[in-house]
């Protein structure tokens, strides 16, 4: 199981990578949010990081932690701001590979600044 996420969340890596990026730069995505995402991933980068010391493992799960962070911060930006990235990137829609991914939008918006 563990060997399939850590699969999908390279997969996914790129796409998430991609349209974070633009989200970062658009002003339409709360600035809290911003700062949460960024200092999240600074600390899972971090050169502190206790199992990272385990070959492989340390590095997978970093992947994982990484892609589940991008998955919240795009599921706490505004869901038009969302799309209009997602089209222009030549996307049809953002996937996050869960058929819950809107659906937990608000819980995820309340707990990293959004609206």
Not at 84 to 104: F, K, L, T, W
Request: glycine share 8%.
């Amino acid at each position: 199981m563990k060997r399939f996420l850590l699969f999908r969340s390279l997969m996914r890596l790129p796409q998430l990578v991609r349209l974070s990026l633009r989200l970062v730069r658009d002003p339409r995505v709360p600035t809290a949010t911003k700062a949460m995402t960024i200092g999240a991933i600074a600390l899972v980068l971090s050169p502190l990081d206790l199992p990272g010391w385990v070959p492989v493992i340390g590095q997978g799960l970093d992947v994982m932690v990484i892609a589940a962070i991008l998955d919240r911060f795009i599921a706490a930006a505004p869901a038009h701001v969302v799309r209009e990235h997602s089209a222009a990137m030549g996307d049809q829609d953002y996937d996050a590979g869960a058929p819950d991914h809107r659906a937990g939008a608000s819980h995820a918006q309340s707990a990293w600044g959004g609206r």
